[in-house]
């Protein structure tokens, strides 16, 4: 790699998380690396993987005076379960040019191209500073509307692209002026084909040296460094995006090595992936190796993504309570839902959790949470709580049923309260012997006896409409309580929000024999 990866690829011009430690890992050479180079590995699709060679096949008969091996040309492979790299063949003969392709990355439709050369438009080299390319991909593979990017310059170089897996951010190093050192890694956001401004990822994550070869594995960055705190050359480090480790984590032995180890790409759903590497044993100049994680990522993390909803209806619940516990069975945090009854956590990978859902006038429900290795992995969760039929308030027994609403200053009762006094008939048929009083209450603005008389209507006409649904006329009474029973203090002349006063503006039904 010393004199290919330097020389082509831009050569031309903790705090809280410092006790953690890398992963472990189980590396092996590849059968597919031939006696020359080949590196800088990228997925494509789900079973192959492309990467760059100056293996003797390419189509180019010319050699490179930077290391006197064949131009780099890209190759495609098949995935095999035990990481080896079968059916090696070109990429396309429309795709390799007589100049290097190395370093490249797809979008997520694999119809668009992104590479690192030369500045060769017009069938001649422009500048000797490095560009990043964007390539169209037909149907017969075939590259066409080759264009440079807008974050390139002549006057410096760019290249490593790597796009999100949303394709809408891409991640790329330049030797830029005003980065923190010889090459730094950026960022910029991509919009059906327009590119926003750079975004350098800072010094969390740049040093004064050279930083490598990008990869996102959801919020978690992977590079390479020759920055002198590591193995030696080039290693790997990862951190976070957001900038919360201020000293990235250097992945080790046997991931890195006294030689240069870069190219770092991970497989989600298996954990493992491929790197590149010149250490010693190799078969070529670069090697391509295969690597297994055998340990949870330190920085790994993931999401709880839930919604509580009432068990019969299926309809979110509002103002209901998330609780997550961890495997001791310790509550770690406890937050009210949204309105639409969504919450949400953060959770470590490979752990066991509880989550559990509440709501006053239901039964508390939990599932048991095993989080997988997975990072950035947003894990779906339904809490289902079944209604209780009676609650208790202030030692007295009631019907779990929400206040009846009636027009303004009337005893109209409202359509959407029908379904609660269809309730309270269905209660009042499974226990035959029960008798309640229903209760109508206002708060303390109006007048003391207009409120009273105002509520007497609305019990009335509550119990009348009961009775018209076939509730027994013997085991209902209903009462009027104007504003004599204030729950929170809001009387006459105390100064009270809307909804405090809200909360006096209730009905009951209270049990007087179960």
Request: glycine share 10%.
């Amino acid at each position: 790699m010393k004199s290919l990866f330097y020389v082509f690829f831009l050569l031309v011009s903790m705090s809280v998380y410092a006790q953690l430690t890398a992963a472990q890992y189980k590396v092996k050479s590849l059968e597919a690396n031939s006696p020359n180079g080949d590196f800088g590995t990228t997925f494509y699709g789900k079973d192959k993987i492309v990467f760059s060679s100056s293996r003797k096949t390419g189509i180019s008969n010319k050699t490179w005076e930077g290391n006197d091996q064949p131009f780099l040309d890209l190759y495609i492979g098949n995935v095999e379960e035990d990481g080896e790299i079968t059916r090696v063949r070109p990429f396309s003969s429309a795709v390799n040019s007589k100049y290097h392709e190395a370093m490249v990355a797809f979008s997520p439709n694999l119809r668009e191209l992104y590479f690192t050369s030369n500045n060769y438009m017009g069938g001649k080299v422009r500048s000797s500073n490095l560009k990043i390319f964007r390539a169209n991909i037909g149907d017969s593979g075939s590259r066409t509307n080759i264009m440079t990017l807008t974050i390139n310059n002549d006057k410096y170089s760019t290249g490593h692209p790597f796009l999100s897996k949303d394709g809408k951010k891409l991640y790329y190093i330049s030797d830029m002026p005003g980065g923190y050192g010889q090459t730094d890694i950026y960022e910029v956001s991509v919009n059906n084909g327009h590119y926003g401004a750079p975004k350098n990822l800072g010094p969390t994550v740049n040093s004064k040296y050279r930083e490598y070869t990008p990869y996102v594995d959801g919020d978690i960055l992977y590079f390479s460094s020759n920055k002198p705190d590591g193995q030696g050359g080039y290693d790997i480090y990862m951190t976070k995006l957001d900038g919360s480790i201020e000293e990235p984590i250097n992945l080790g032995k046997p991931m890195n090595s006294k030689g240069d180890d870069f190219s770092f790409i991970i497989n989600k759903e298996t954990q493992s992936g491929y790197f590149s590497s010149n250490r010693r044993g190799g078969k070529g100049d670069d090697d391509i190796y295969f690597f297994k994680e055998l340990t949870v990522n330190p920085i790994c993390d993931q999401v709880v993504q839930g919604i509580i909803v009432d068990k019969k209806t299926g309809q979110p619940l509002s103002n209901a309570f998330a609780s997550i516990y961890d495997s001791k069975g310790k509550r770690i945090r406890r937050i009210e839902t949204l309105n639409n009854g969504e919450f949400s956590f953060k959770v470590k990978c490979d752990e066991t959790y509880k989550i559990g859902g509440d709501k006053f006038g239901f039964f508390e429900a939990d599932t048991t949470l095993v989080t997988s290795r997975v990072n950035a992995f947003e894990n779906k969760i339904t809490l289902k709580l079944d209604e209780k039929e009676f609650i208790n308030v202030n030692g007295k027994e009631m019907l779990n049923v929400r206040t009846i609403e009636f027009e303004l200053n009337e005893a109209n009762i409202l359509e959407r309260s029908y379904d609660e006094l269809a309730k309270v008939t269905r209660l009042m048929d499974k226990f035959p012997d029960m008798i309640i009083q229903f209760g109508s209450h206002t708060d303390s603005r109006g007048g003391d006896g207009y409120n009273m008389w105002l509520s007497q209507k609305r019990a009335s006409e509550t119990v009348r409409y009961l009775i018209g649904i076939g509730v027994d006329s013997k085991r209902i009474t209903g009462k009027g309580f104007g504003e004599s029973r204030i729950i929170n203090g809001c009387s006459n002349g105390v100064k009270c929000t809307d909804s405090e006063h809200a909360q006096n503006k209730r009905t009951e039904f209270v049990v007087i024999k179960k």
